[in-house]
């Protein structure tokens, strides 16, 4: 996973590559244990159906709706910590960080999926992991996420894809004439 240095804040480009070099990442762990589980299973006539629930299928059940839970909860406590003053670069590096705990929880849930897919080669799992596969990708790093989460100015929205740099000094001066130009 990528490291979290400055180098990612340089401009909207390195920004949202490392972003979503972050998301793939972690979606590609448990994608790997589906992808054995399933042609395992497949190679031995396909998967089975649930007929009934032992304590494993609702462990795994609870595990992963407690860790999708667990994952928005925690994010949406996280961006309203956002304080309006902070600067441009601390508040990319805070959903920087706030984005890649929610897909950690993310990734903990598919990898329950798939461990459930694993040790028990049932469609339920498979449709599932399907599931929230789509809930991880409806949450990828878009540039209006970043502003709306962050509840970025119009100046920093329009600074967020531009391709100058991320530096403070730049940042004052193109908030500045953004302004102007709406007055």
């Not at 054995?36 to 031995?44: C, I, M, N, P, S």
């Not at 100015?153 to 403070?168: C, D, I």
Request: proline content about 4%.
């Amino acid at each position: 996973m990528p490291t979290p240095d400055k180098k990612y804040l340089q401009n909207a480009h390195e920004y949202f590559h490392v972003l979503n070099i972050t998301l793939y990442l972690l979606i590609a762990g448990p994608l790997v244990l589906f992808c054995v589980a399933y042609l395992q299973y497949e190679g031995q006539g396909g998967l089975k159906s649930t007929h009934r629930f032992s304590a494993l299928h609702i462990a795994l059940l609870v595990g992963t709706a407690i860790s999708v839970f667990f994952a928005f909860r925690r994010y949406r406590r996280a961006m309203l910590l956002v304080e309006p003053n902070w600067s441009f670069r601390r508040k990319l590096r805070y959903f920087y960080q706030q984005i890649r705990q929610m897909y950690i929880w993310f990734m903990t849930s598919n990898a329950l999926v798939a461990l459930g897919l694993y040790l028990t080669g049932e469609q339920l799992f498979a449709g599932l992991y399907a599931i929230v596969l789509v809930v991880f990708s409806l949450h990828r790093p878009t540039p209006r996420r970043v502003v709306r989460d962050l509840k970025l100015t119009k100046a920093e929205g329009v600074r967020l894809m531009s391709e100058q740099p991320y530096n403070e000094e730049v940042s004052k001066n193109s908030e500045q004439a953004t302004e102007e130009k709406d007055v």
